[in-house]
């Protein structure tokens, strides 16, 4: 058990879009705040303006920092100095500024300890841009500012089906030319620790999907699977990692054969995450793997079409929260369990009989 209810940071992203509202009408439920203490990187003054726009009975308690933390309550901790004008849904430099201001703000008190995950409200990736920020969204920054040398992998999950991408943020025409057989593998590798450490599936089974038509029909339609994603797959499952396919892409998902796997690798961005949010819009959940922090926001973006109308669903953002204690505790478990090994056991036959032996070699952690 935690020594103290987890302390999840929240962004509150785009403040022109649904992000206010979301957050808002998650910790609308005093059973949230049961369940941890949530801690709002944003503006107080921006967060009372969505609120009585779209009278939403949550109260907060402002925070001038993070020592300032109450339980039992929703805080939040002011990160801009200026005054800020809300213009629902509207895409504006100030909005994208203030996002930056939140997620800097929140990164910090992450490392300082102040906090034991992060959830993120959705971003605007035009307006987010700056000097400082030149990524191509979330997840890019998060692995350069507190990866630790780590590499991240995108996960879209709800429940049992989650879908990773090999080639993430990035125009499609470049995909072909970054798929390699060594970043396939690096991907493999990652999802699989994930599945394990984060999600506790002792021998998880990781579907891949091919890059071309129809697998590329032996060529025919594409040779990547032949040169690239097969001879990747089959040094992976050498080491242990049980990955299968290449499967054409086109039936996979509407045939439910990801039901019969742990996760599924897809070699671009909308190749996975278009079928799965016609899956699991509502409630999906982006999970950044492979980092040090524990990261995840809800499936959708800024929803600038309903922004201020009140009818912004808090699904997604609430099952976003869910996951990221979920694999927080999950962590914590196989951390303990790492330092505290089984004694190694072997039989020793003597005559007729077998008599099992305990390893008597002595190390450090003997007591």
Do not use: W
């Amino acid at each position: 058990m935690e020594d103290h209810k987890i302390r999840v940071g929240i962004t509150h992203g785009d403040f022109n879009g649904i992000g206010y509202e979301v957050i808002l009408k998650t910790f609308a439920d005093p059973a949230m705040l049961e369940l941890c203490t949530p801690v709002v990187y944003g503006s107080p003054k921006v967060a009372a303006y969505h609120r009585k726009a779209m009278d939403i009975q949550t109260n907060f308690s402002i925070c001038a920092s993070a020592a300032e933390i109450q339980d039992g309550r929703l805080n939040i901790i002011n990160c801009s100095e200026e005054e800020l004008m809300v213009e629902l849904s509207k895409a504006t430099p100030e909005a994208g500024k203030a996002a930056l201001d939140a997620l800097e703000k929140a990164l910090a008190d992450y490392r300082e300890g102040f906090i034991d995950v992060l959830v993120t409200a959705p971003i605007n990736k035009y307006t987010i841009q700056s000097d400082t920020f030149h990524f191509p969204g979330h997840t890019e920054y998060i692995q350069e500012r507190a990866g630790d040398g780590q590499k991240a992998l995108m996960i879209l999950m709800k429940g049992d089906l989650r879908v990773a991408v090999t080639t993430g943020h990035v125009p499609l025409s470049q995909v072909p030319g970054m798929l390699t057989k060594e970043l396939i593998q690096e991907k493999l590798q990652i999802f699989h620790q994930s599945l394990r450490k984060d999600f506790g599936i002792d021998s998880p089974r990781i579907a891949v999907l091919s890059l071309n038509p129809h697998g590329g029909e032996n060529g025919l339609l594409g040779t990547e699977e032949q040169e690239i994603i097969i001879p990747a797959m089959q040094e992976m499952i050498a080491k242990g990692i049980q990955c299968f396919g290449p499967y054409p892409v086109d039936g996979f998902m509407g045939s439910g054969n990801f039901c019969h796997f742990d996760g599924v690798l897809a070699m671009y961005h909308d190749q996975g995450l278009a079928p799965f949010k016609a899956l699991a819009m509502d409630e999906g959940v982006n999970f950044t793997a492979g980092l040090p922090i524990v990261r995840t926001s809800p499936a959708h973006g800024t929803a600038y079409d309903i922004a201020g109308k009140g009818i912004a669903s808090e699904d997604s953002f609430r099952q976003a929260v869910y996951v990221a204690m979920d694999v927080f505790r999950n962590r914590k478990i196989e951390k303990e369990i790492s330092a505290r090994p089984l004694r190694k056991q072997y039989y020793e036959k003597r005559d007729d009989s077998d008599k099992l032996k305990l390893d008597t070699i002595e190390d450090n952690n003997t007591l």
